[in-house]
């Protein structure tokens, strides 16, 4: 039984999707978000309180708990 349409191989597919996903803080339209986020966190804004100004105003889908890891490995790679 054969098909008309190309099959692509899952290697392939996986390949081109992996490009195209991004974390969060790395999509275009969200690195100034994350930017003011990281420097509201140096400037002493508690971490909790940034973590819901991202999913409330942001819609951004990480939990509490990774944006605080988040903005503690972002500051202590810039520190």
């Known amino acids: 039984m054969t098909d008309d349409k190309a ?7 996986a390949e081109e999707k992996i490009k ?3 974390p ?11 930017k003011e986020a990281l420097e509201g966190y140096r400037n ?3 971490a909790v309180v940034i973590a819901e100004w991202l999913q409330t105003e942001h819609e ?7 944006i ?11 520190e």
């Open 44 to 46: 002493g804004i508690p």
């Open 68 to 78: 605080r890891k988040g903005l503690r490995q972002s500051r202590e790679n810039i």
């Open 24 to 34: 969060w803080k790395e999509q275009p339209e969200n690195k100034e978000i994350w």
């Open 60 to 66: 951004c889908p990480l939990m509490t708990d990774s």
């Open 7 to 13: 099959t692509v191989k899952l290697s392939a597919f």
């Open 20 to 22: 195209k996903v991004l």
